[in-house]
């Protein structure tokens, strides 16, 4: 059985403010094997890596994301109240992989989609990301499917991943069927050890979200998972190591 890999959550974003390159940085750091983060689009088209489609939890701004240019964007503090951090801003995808693409990591793009209609998103993340020549350790994940079916018509070479929020019946076929290899699912929604095997049994890996508890971690390393998405990399490591 594969070792599990240890993927950083918008960075690691247990000791850092969550999808800033300072996370980024710190994920690298501390031995993370890929790094997780999410991809909107500034007003004037622009991809930009925050999680909300609103500003106000984690930026000293207001209002929706994609109604600021990205040069409002990248004057707000992206600190998040965070102590020692003071300043660090909202990133381009492009600042994000110039960090991500000389190391090994696996880098996990999730197309921020499902709320927000971005046209144009799939075509300017695989223009970013062929830019850097790193298509084959990207994985493209989102909660909107219709943007997992985009991809796939649009011969995106990098290996794409279905989010969801709900246990889902055989997920592992519905990935089939949008020409997906990967299933993210929520951790609580992993109910044994069958649910990884038939998984993998029919090709699709297992990477579940968002594990944090040892005793979470323990199980998803028992079960075989084919990574675990955290925002804590160097507890998930430690764990790992004795495991």
Same mark, same amino acid.
């Given at each position: 059985?594969?070792?599990?890999?240890?993927?950083?959550?918008? &960075?690691?974003?247990?000791?850092?403010?969550?999808?800033?390159?300072?996370? $980024?940085?710190?994920?690298?750091?501390?031995?993370?094997?890929?790094?997780? $983060?999410? !991809? *909107?689009?500034?007003?004037?088209?622009?991809?930009? !890596?925050?999680?909300?489609?609103?500003?106000?939890?984690?930026?000293?701004?207001?209002? /929706? %994301?994609?109604?600021?240019?990205?040069?409002?964007?990248?004057?707000?503090?992206?600190?998040?109240?965070?102590?020692? $951090?003071? &300043?660090?801003?909202?990133?381009?995808?492009?600042?994000?992989?110039?960090?991500?693409?000389?190391?090994?990591?696996?880098?996990?793009?999730?197309?921020?989609?499902?709320?927000?209609?971005?046209? &144009?998103?799939?075509? =300017?993340?695989? @223009?970013?990301? @062929?830019?850097?020549?790193?298509? *084959?350790?990207? !994985?493209?994940?989102?909660?909107?499917?219709?943007?997992?079916?985009?991809?796939?018509?649009?011969?995106?070479?990098?290996?794409?991943?279905?989010?969801?929020?709900?246990?889902?019946? =055989?997920?592992? =076929?519905? /990935?089939?069927?949008?020409? /997906?290899?990967?299933?993210?699912?929520? %951790?609580?929604?992993?109910? &044994?050890?069958?649910?990884?095997? =038939?998984?993998?049994?029919?090709? %699709?890996?297992?990477?579940?979200?968002?594990?944090?508890?040892?005793?979470? #971690?323990?199980?998803? $390393?028992?079960?075989?998972?084919?990574?675990?998405?955290?925002?804590?990399?160097? !507890?998930?490591?430690? #764990?790992?190591?004795?495991?």
């Amino acid at each position: 059985m594969a070792m599990t890999a240890i993927w950083a959550h918008r &960075g690691a974003s247990g000791y850092a403010p969550e999808n800033t390159l300072p996370a $980024f940085e710190l994920a690298i750091a501390q031995g993370a094997d890929g790094v997780e $983060f999410d !991809v *909107q689009l500034s007003s004037d088209g622009v991809p930009v !890596v925050i999680h909300d489609e609103t500003l106000g939890r984690t930026t000293s701004g207001s209002g /929706a %994301v994609g109604e600021h240019t990205l040069a409002q964007l990248q004057s707000l503090d992206a600190s998040a109240g965070r102590s020692g $951090f003071e &300043g660090v801003h909202i990133p381009t995808l492009q600042e994000v992989l110039e960090v991500v693409a000389p190391t090994s990591l696996t880098v996990n793009v999730e197309l921020k989609n499902s709320e927000v209609d971005y046209p &144009g998103l799939e075509e =300017k993340v695989l @223009a970013a990301i @062929a830019a850097f020549g790193i298509e *084959q350790r990207v !994985v493209l994940s989102s909660f909107n499917h219709y943007s997992l079916r985009r991809l796939r018509d649009l011969h995106a070479p990098s290996q794409l991943a279905v989010l969801s929020n709900d246990p889902l019946f =055989k997920p592992w =076929k519905y /990935a089939a069927q949008l020409g /997906a290899t990967a299933i993210h699912p929520p %951790v609580h929604t992993i109910f &044994g050890r069958s649910y990884v095997r =038939k998984a993998t049994a029919s090709g %699709v890996v297992v990477r579940p979200w968002v594990v944090n508890a040892d005793r979470t #971690l323990r199980r998803m $390393f028992r079960y075989g998972v084919d990574a675990v998405i955290t925002d804590i990399p160097d !507890v998930a490591l430690a #764990l790992r190591a004795e495991s």
